[in-house]
């Protein structure tokens, strides 16, 4: 037998993945984990006669020859059909858009595509061959693409994502069908928890990352509750979420996190308590909760990140400046040479007492009054930065002010630097590559 596998717990896109690889390699059976991502576990019940899937157990004591595996490389990640197959035959051929985790399956030839999701690679290879899809299966693959790239918001998006779906509407994907898979919450008790967890996420600014944590303690062990915590996180701003659910049936504790920032990558967090997953998204199960205190435990573990960027990281400087004692000539003269459209304008001591525009300088000019001193045309409303603010209060001051040249003042509010909204713009754009520098200092 050649079989087609994918990993445990099952995400629409490994479905995807495994799908369009039986139209890539037709005879081979497709075997389903035992652990769907519920998301996956509907795509499958609604088209249950339409795809055929063996389970593991069906793997027992059969010959396996060839293995296609999809969206993993990771043997920990497909320990469930292993424990089943004894010799392979054949070849294990691997096609994944995930790095190492370090466990790649030994003896396998891996073909890696670093898609945002590994369906668009196979919907690729597809399209190459000149092989059809038929209306449902363009839809599930393009359901597996919406869900990987979160609708082609994520970093790791790339032309070919597009370029697949583009394919796979062609052949008749349905969008109305795609949302309809994609709508995470289908269950009364969801949506219930959706309102609980919203309304008990805590927000600490840790080192100036803004983290929601919840804790939960419920009777019993309650299904779908990735896709109720995913669901929050989506509508709240935080960089990251962790929430603690705790079940009194068996004392165990399972922690959901995810995030939308490199700096907090959550899978290394939780992985002191062998969680599992990645960076934007993972989760933590703690067996015996006993009298261990599990949010204590986690903000120890959070206190551990590096610390964001602050103003004083990603200003420029020194700042230039205009003296507040010159005239206004002198003062269109500096703002020549300094080059931008407005600057400070400091007293002696170099504390920020004005903001001087190409504006002002109009006003005078127009007024005829160039001579007249620089304090009768300077803005005396500026805003101003400290250069120990975070990002997010940098973003909050930016939101809530139109200015674009913002002064940044040291404790003794002495003018130490400048952040315009581009400057700002570029250092968002810039996170992940500093947040890798960060991490490995
Ligand atoms: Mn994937």
Redesign the pocket.
């Known amino acids: 037998m050649n079989i087609i596998i994918g990993h445990s717990n099952t995400?629409l896109?490994?479905l995807a993945s495994m799908l369009t690889a039986q139209k890539l390699y037709p005879g081979y059976e497709m075997v389903l984990s035992n652990l769907l991502n519920p998301l996956t576990g509907n795509v499958v019940s609604f088209y249950i006669t339409k795809l055929s899937f063996k389970r593991p157990d069906d793997l027992k004591d059969q010959q396996i020859d060839n293995i296609v595996v999809v969206?993993t490389r990771s043997a920990n990640r497909v320990k469930e059909f292993f424990a089943n197959i004894g010799h392979v035959e054949g070849k294990i051929e691997i096609f994944d858009?995930h790095p190492t985790d370090g466990s790649d399956i030994p003896g396998a030839q891996l073909s890696f595509v670093g898609n945002g999701?590994?369906t668009s690679t196979m919907v690729l290879k597809l399209i190459e061959r000149g092989i059809k899809l038929d209306a449902d299966e363009a839809t599930i693959a393009l359901t597996g693409i919406f869900s990987?790239t979160q609708n082609f918001t994520t970093d790791s998006v790339t032309p070919d994502d597009f370029k697949a779906a583009s394919y796979l509407v062609s052949q008749g994907a349905s969008m109305k069908l795609a949302r309809f898979f994609l709508q995470p919450l289908k269950n009364d008790y969801q949506i219930s928890y959706f309102h609980s967890l919203l309304n008990s996420l805590d927000f600490h600014n840790l080192k100036g990352h803004e983290v929601g944590v919840s804790f939960m303690d419920l009777p019993n062990k309650v299904n779908g509750l990735a896709a109720v915590v995913e669901q929050v996180f989506s509508v709240e701003k935080a960089d990251a979420i962790f929430s603690m659910f705790h079940f009194q049936s068996d004392d165990s504790t399972s922690i959901i996190a995810r995030s939308r920032k490199k700096a907090v990558p959550v899978n290394k967090i939780l992985s002191v308590w062998g969680g599992g997953g990645h960076e934007k998204a993972a989760s933590a199960t703690i067996k015996k909760t006993g009298d261990m205190d599990v949010p204590m435990a986690l903000k120890a573990e959070l206190l551990k990140l590096p610390p964001d960027r602050t103003a004083e990281s990603i200003m420029t400087k020194p700042a230039k400046s205009i003296p507040v004692n010159v005239t206004m000539e002198e003062a269109k003269r500096r703002l020549l040479e300094i080059d931008h459209t407005a600057a400070p304008v400091v007293d002696s001591d170099d504390r920020v007492v004005g903001m001087m525009g190409n504006k002002n300088i109009r006003n005078a000019e127009k007024a005829n009054s160039m001579g007249s001193p620089l304090k009768t045309y300077m803005n005396t409303k500026v805003i101003l930065i400290k250069a120990s603010n975070t990002m997010r209060e940098i973003e909050k001051i930016f939101l809530e002010n139109k200015f674009n040249h913002m002064p940044v003042v040291n404790d003794d509010m002495k003018l130490v630097g400048i952040i315009t909204r581009k400057d700002f713009l570029k250092a968002i754009h810039e996170e992940d590559e500093l947040a890798e520098l960060l991490q490995t200092r």
């Open positions: 995400d896109d490994c969206d858009h999701a590994n990987d």
